[in-house]
């Protein structure tokens, strides 16, 4: 389980996410989950963009097997599924549990009125993002955020196995670059 404050970020880190996300990525405070290769699952991301803008997403799932499993439960209406699931008092407790974890993780980058209280995937009381969730039940670690468990589970991909294009190759060029070994 990975908790804040993370390591800091590398130019190797930050070179997988553009790779990963098609753009570069933006106010990156942290990895917080990699892939069993090594290369960045979750991104933890500033509260405050560096262009000023208030940004509630802390953890951002950036791996494209991960985001794409997720998107396929989004896509079979899962959502709702797992809201029902919220009718149960003690997933209902650990839920709203595993958003004050998110509040105080982000908080640790500084604090934001403009989304005080406001977490992401639709913590504590609905199911609007799995994306949102699954990163945050990957950074956290299991048994904290019980609607994402629920989604990593229900999904095709598993933090398990490595299932990058090029298993830390983005990784292995960009430390070489940094160390002025690329040819």
């Given at each position: 389980m990975t908790t804040p404050p993370f390591p800091p970020v590398s130019d190797a880190d930050l070179a997988v996410l553009r790779e990963q996300l098609g753009r570069p990525a933006r106010g990156v405070v942290g990895i917080a989950a990699r892939c069993v290769c090594g290369n960045p699952t979750v991104a933890a991301t500033s509260p405050r963009l560096p262009d000023g803008t208030p940004?509630?997403?802390f953890y951002y799932l950036s791996h494209p097997a991960a985001t794409a499993?997720?998107?396929t439960l989004e896509a079979e209406h899962v959502m709702p599924v797992l809201a029902e699931e919220l009718a149960d008092e003690d997933v209902a407790?650990?839920?709203t549990a595993a958003h004050e974890a998110y509040l105080r993780d982000r908080a640790l980058f500084g604090e934001v009125p403009e989304i005080d209280g406001i977490s992401a995937g639709g913590m504590p009381t609905r199911v609007k993002c799995l994306h949102a969730l699954a990163a945050h039940a990957l950074a956290a670690g299991p048994g904290v955020n019980p609607i994402g468990d629920r989604a990593?589970?229900?999904s095709t991909w598993s933090p398990e196995r490595c299932v990058c294009a090029h298993p830390g190759a983005a990784v292995q060029q960009a430390t070489a670059a940094e160390a002025g070994t690329a040819g």
């Open positions: 940004f509630p997403t499993a997720v998107s407790a650990a839920y990593l589970e229900l």
